[in-house]
Nanobody
Framework: QVQLVESGGGLVQPGGSLRLSCAAS????????MGWYRQAPGKQRELVAS???????DYGDSVKGRFTISRDIGKNPVYLQMNSLEPEDAAVYYC???????????????????WGQGTQVAVSS
């Protein structure tokens, strides 16, 4: 059974920092793209940051330069370091895993995906 468990959310003042963690079980981390998404009330879920099975990273435009996703390849957990937090960053943050496979010709596929339950981040003075 796959489980993704987020932790580290909470209330922080504008300009502050938080570090979110995603602990995964039931999957082989090195065979998954891992990501953080967020959803604020009344808004669609959006990509915050992702790190591929090979370690390549990608960020949403609104968090570039402020957030950092990291992991030790194949190891738990996956982290999201959030600095210079703004009120607009307030949301429920979700951990996501997408299993990756490769064909005999090297073509890359994303297979099933999994979600955590989310952790709340509030940014307010």
């Amino acid at each position: 059974q796959v489980q993704l468990v987020e932790s580290g959310g909470g209330l922080v003042q504008p300009g502050g920092s938080l570090r979110l963690s995603c602990a995964a079980s039931g999957i082989t981390l090195s065979a998954n793209d891992m990501g953080w998404y967020r959803q604020a009330p009344g808004k669609q879920r959006e990509l915050v940051a992702s790190i591929s099975d090979s370690g390549s990273t990608d960020y949403g435009d609104s968090v570039k330069g402020r957030f950092t996703i990291s992991r030790d390849i194949g190891k738990n957990p996956v982290y999201l370091q959030m600095n210079s937090l703004e009120p607009e960053d307030a949301a429920v943050y979700y951990c996501n895993a997408k299993r990756v496979t490769y064909s005999s010709t090297g073509r890359r596929y994303q297979r099933e995906e999994y979600w955590g339950q989310g952790t709340q981040v509030a940014v307010s003075s």
